[in-house]
């Protein structure tokens, strides 16, 4: 037995605010691609398109990451769903919002599809933004400040090594503030989710600093006794 509805269906589209660490400018970035096609020809928009008949909207997201900007195997979390009648000039859009996590080590770009260029910004250097994507990537960086503060989304930032150091400076580039090193480090080991390796830092200028590991088993056996995680 088929079915049919009477109602107009609207099409639906995934959007994803792809954010990294840049160490060594010491900003939050934002990954944009530059549109090939209409509407919004050669404006900066954030990665996405058209979700398939055939696919979750979370293959659906992941696709198009990699469609547009060769990223694979990337931290992806939906955000929030956008409606408005008038947000696409093509026709009646619904797009369902993610925000990524990636650490910008060893990952290189490649637009390809119809995005005709892909780049990483600053988010205190962004260019105008094509349809709703402003808004988007607002409440996502939003969204990314207030899940820092009870969620270890940090750790998906950073390379799988790392200094104490590069893990404080994170939490102070994304929140906009300072900590205290000994207090940080304190919290730290208070929260107990950290493996020290026996490795220290390579071709480095100044004294190379011990190297750690975040034990994602650890976390997830504390999470479901009700651990909370807070730095």
């Known amino acids: ?13 995934v959007d994803c605010a792809v954010f ?10 934002v990954l944009l691609i530059r549109r090939g096609e209409e509407p919004f020809l050669n404006h900066w928009a954030l990665p996405g398109g058209f979700v398939h008949t055939d696919e979750s909207l979370i293959e659906a997201a992941h696709r198009e990451l990699q469609e547009e900007t060769g990223l694979t195997s990337i931290y992806l ?12 000039p093509r026709e009646r859009v ?15 770009l490649e637009a390809r599809t119809d995005a005709v260029d892909a780049a990483w910004f600053s988010l205190d250097e962004l260019p105008s933004l094509a349809f709703d994507h402003g808004r988007i990537l607002s ?7 207030g899940k820092l503060k009870y969620k ?9 090594l790392f200094t ?4 404080q400076r994170l939490y102070e580039i994304i929140l906009d503030t300072s900590f205290d090193k000994r207090n940080f480090r304190k919290k730290l080991q208070k929260l107990d989710v950290l493996i020290e390796t026996d490795e220290i830092q390579k071709d480095v200028s100044h004294r190379a600093a011990r ?13 479901s006794r009700g651990f909370y995680f807070e730095l």
Do not use: H
């Open 1 to 13: 037995m088929s079915f049919t509805y009477k109602y107009a269906r609207p099409a639906v589209t």
């Open 20 to 29: 990294a660490i840049d160490f060594e400018k010491e900003n939050l970035k």
């Open 77 to 88: 979390e939906q955000l929030y769903t956008y409606g408005n009648v008038d947000r696409d």
């Open 94 to 108: 619904i797009s369902v919002a993610w925000f990524a996590l990636v650490n910008l080590e060893g990952r290189l």
């Open 139 to 145: 409440e996502a960086t939003e969204r990314l400040r």
């Open 152 to 160: 270890p989304v940090g750790f998906e930032l950073l390379p799988e």
């Open 164 to 167: 104490l150091s590069q893990l």
């Open 211 to 223: 190297l750690y590991r975040f034990d994602r088993d650890k976390y997830r056996d504390l999470e």
